[in-house]
């Protein structure tokens, strides 16, 4: 259900201005990235996995917490700090506890440690366990030949200067925490020195490290120490070795020059890294997969390089890009919904109203309806072709789910006893069906000495039973687990041509599908053509008869039909308005 945003989902003049080169705009496009990530689907298979999404967290909480935008917040920065807790129990059992080398400790500690308001208290406690556990490893060890190098080799281990100045950056956050541990300010003394060490030779206090990422390094290093650090700044330069590097590698090390650069206020060297930079930016590219160096970690690496000189009245075109990403994100991922009469569209119509939600009539007869986190586009269409038609107009919306909502007969069995009391076996007036599969019952007909049921012919094949979304059909089964004010049955929800209202033709029903629980029109047509346009649906029905001779009984008291039927048709749209809340959710949840 999480469609993957690019830039050709956005609208309007968006696209043409995310391709400026200017700051906000470069920033605006890696927060995206950033956010995409998380939204989607981080657990991608790769070495970095955890130091990505550390970076992402550190980042998003840190730019989102600049800009104060409170839709982006009410979607985000929850499931941020969800995800920043997350992070502590991806540790590992040998030294370093997080990541593969010094560096990836510190920076994943640091993330979660931006993220520390949200922990619960038994979590804090870790966490500064953890923090502890890290300032003791790296006492113990700086007075060791190796330093913090843990002796992996180059291509295993970026050792270099930044390992030290990203432990002392974690460090000095963390005084408060930290300062009564013994040796504090020696400590921080000791890798403030090895931080503005030069390698020579490629090493650094004999210990091998990696010779293109230099720049990487004193980036970090002169970011870290402006006053300090004017020998490895004048080494943080765009150099013809820089650029021979793969694209990724170029990305990483010009956005630590961008940041060392920022630091020391040297405007030549900051724009010539950015020339350089955006010679490395794909749009072409997902959201969430790296719109620099076809990496997240690249777009991450970035971001960090340049918002420290985003000035404050540039925020406003920052936020102005996250607005319309939320936008697309309801575009993109947007619910189709199909209701058959007036009685199920209104009450589908009220739910949402009485929710807040903006609702719009358009000239195509379908209903936009808008919440704060996802939209819908409402058609309403009755009986078999009705139901084809109505769906093509929601899958020409590009909707990425249908669900069909409504009333339906229960095909429950009623039992009558002596006393005139009646035992019902299966859903009741007023309870509400999630739809497991889609069935025809006489859809299609041939004559022999009999009419026969037969599967219905589409393209090149012939069905009687479609399944339901999976995706779809769990998320109903979640919101039912609200109790509200009806039970809600899982099965089979039968489609016939015609309304059942006599006995003898629910009886024909449950002979041929004796698991069926509701019997309706437009189910199955909806189905069939949603599948082949290989769109998720599902079909969610309130009981209101009991396809026995009720309709006619109610045709004799309207006012029982109606209170009958809006009863069916509110408890229908209540589930439904449950479950894509749910599911609305999961758009922005972060889901290791």
Known sequence: MKKRISLS?????????????????????????????????????????????????????????????????????????????????????????????????????????????????????????????????????????????????????????????????????????????????????????????????????????????????????????????????????????????????????????????????????????????NKCRNLDRPFGTGVFGDDVKASLNVLEGIWANIKEQERGIINAMLDEYLSTIKRANQIGVLVAIDTEYEAFIQKYTSEGAKIARQKNGLVKIETREYSIVLAKAKALLGAVDATRDLVQENVGAIILVGVAGSLAKIEAAADGKETIHGPKKGDVVVGAAFVAHDIRKKLRDNALNVPVPFKEFEFSILPSDPFLFISGCAAAREKGDFEVHFGTIVTKNGIVDIEEGKLEVLKDFPAGLAVAEEGFPMALYAFFCKVPCLEIRGISDYAQGDKQEQKTDKKMEKREQRTAAKNAASLVYKMLEKISKDLFTFDP
Not at 100 to 112: K, M, P, S, V
């Open 9 to 277: 989902d956005f609208s309007g003049e968006y696209p043409r201005s995310y391709r400026k080169l200017s700051l906000p705009h470069i920033a605006g496009c890696c927060l995206i990235d950033a956010l995409e990530f998380l939204r989607t689907d981080p657990r991608w298979p790769s070495r970095f996995s955890s130091l990505t999404i550390a970076h992402a967290v550190r980042l998003t909480w840190t730019c989102l917490g600049d800009l104060k935008n409170r839709k982006v917040d009410a979607c985000f920065k929850e499931r941020i700090g969800l995800a920043g807790a997350l992070l502590l129990d991806n540790s590992n059992e040998m030294i370093p506890h997080f990541g593969y080398d010094f560096w990836d400790w510190a920076y994943i500690l640091e993330a979660i440690t931006t993220t520390r308001d949200e922990l619960k208290s038994e979590r804090a406690r870790d966490l500064d366990y953890d923090l502890r556990q890290f300032y003791r490893e790296v006492r113990q060890r700086l007075d060791l030949p190796q330093g913090l190098s843990l002796s992996l080799g180059t291509s295993k281990e970026w050792y270099g200067p930044a390992t030290y100045s990203a432990a002392y950056r974690l460090i000095e956050q963390e005084t408060a925490s930290l300062q009564s541990e013994t040796d504090f300010h020696e400590v921080l003394g000791k890798l403030k020195e090895r931080s503005l060490r030069l390698v020579a030779d490629q090493k650094l206090a004999g210990m091998k490290t990696y010779p293109h990422f230099l720049e990487w390094h004193y980036g970090q290093v002169v970011a870290q120490f402006p006053r300090d650090a004017g020998a490895q700044n004048d080494l943080i330069k765009v150099s013809a070795s820089l650029t021979d590097l793969e694209e990724e590698q170029q990305v990483y090390a010009l956005a630590r020059i961008l940041q060392g650069s920022a630091a020391m206020g040297d405007a030549r060297n900051f724009n010539e890294a950015l020339i350089h930079l």
